[in-house]
């Protein structure tokens, strides 16, 4: 179960950085990732990501929480 656990995490690093990829090389500039914190935490949590800029939703929760660099655009 744990190896299905850090297969998939891995696959969704791949398909998420792909993604941007995608984006950032059609429109020449660096896609925002919007997600929610604890999927950050879980699948997004790498240095790879580090360049691209956060929009952190926060669903059905009493206060914001992330301790990453806040970006205004």
Do not use: C
Not at 17 to 38: F, M, Q
């Amino acid at each position: 179960m744990e190896k299905k656990i850090a297969v998939k995490k891995i696959q969704v690093k791949y398909e998420v950085l792909n993604w941007l990829s995608v984006v950032e090389a059609r429109y020449g500039v660096k896609p925002i990732i919007y997600t929610y914190h604890k999927f950050k935490l879980e699948y997004l949590n790498d240095e790879i990501f580090k360049p691209y800029p956060y929009w952190i939703a926060h669903y059905y929760v009493e206060k914001v929480e992330y301790d990453g660099e806040w970006k205004f655009w």
